[in-house]
T-cell receptor
């Protein structure tokens, strides 16, 4: 079974500063994918970034980067130059083979609420 | 391209009543998912369809929840009878393929309140 742990219920950051949201995972699969989603107060889930377990480089997408440390089983999201619009709930999620079944299933963490102060 | 559509956006019912939610995925997406998100938690998968076949329904409370995806396009999720603990946001998502690197696109969700 897969498990995602996000230990920060809430984080605060000043506008234009960088912030790191923590995520650790547990799986026995060798092949897996890690995702970060943003959920604003309006409720929709917005895909931010993806990291594959065999990717050697850390993923980056604009102001988002994923600090992937495979040995530590961590996949932290770094948001650079925070903006007021970044205030939202952030979820770390994982897809794994799960013994060949439900290959598409995402397992989510509990989420971290990020508040950006002006 | 049009995103994942869901209706209704909000629903309030009394316990023991029934309710149905509708989802229309992104055109061409073979995989469709229904998630339940209880307030303050991450989404939990209820059921996954590949075209019109069920791939995973291991966390679907089958005594009260049912889902179908006729013709491999849109889908309905039904709860009958509803319990207080079913109060949650029900998210529909779709993906072109269920392979590892393909992200899921989520709809706006249906917020269900059971009183």
């Amino acid at each position: 079974a897969q498990k995602i742990t996000q230990t920060q219920p809430g984080m605060f950051v000043q506008e234009k500063e960088a912030v790191t949201l923590d995520c650790t995972y547990d799986t026995s699969d060798q092949s897996y994918g890690l995702f970060w989603y943003k959920q604003p107060s309006s409720g929709e889930m917005i895909f931010l970034i993806y990291q594959g377990s065999y990717d050697e480089q850390n993923a980056t997408e604009g102001r988002y980067s994923l600090n992937f440390q495979k040995a530590r089983k961590s996949a932290n999201l770094v948001i650079s130059a925070s903006q007021l619009g970044d205030s939202a709930m952030y979820f770390c999620a994982m897809k794994a083979n799960a013994g060949g079944t439900s290959y598409g299933k995402l397992t989510f963490g509990q989420g971290t609420i990020l508040t950006v102060h002006p | 391209e049009a995103g994942v559509a869901q209706s209704p956006r909000y629903k309030i019912i009394e316990k023991r009543q029934s309710v149905a939610f509708w989802c229309n995925p992104i055109s061409g997406h073979a995989t469709l998912y229904w998630y339940q998100q209880i307030l303050g938690q991450g989404p939990k998968l209820l059921i996954q369809f590949q075209n019109n076949g069920v791939v995973d329904d291991s966390q679907l409370p089958k005594d009260r929840f049912s889902a179908e995806r006729l013709k491999g396009v849109d889908s309905t999720l039904k709860i009958q009878p509803a319990k207080l603990e079913d109060s949650a946001v029900y998210l529909c998502a779709s993906s072109f393929l269920s392979l590892l690197s393909y992200e899921q696109y989520f709809g706006p969700g249906t917020r269900l309140t059971v009183t």
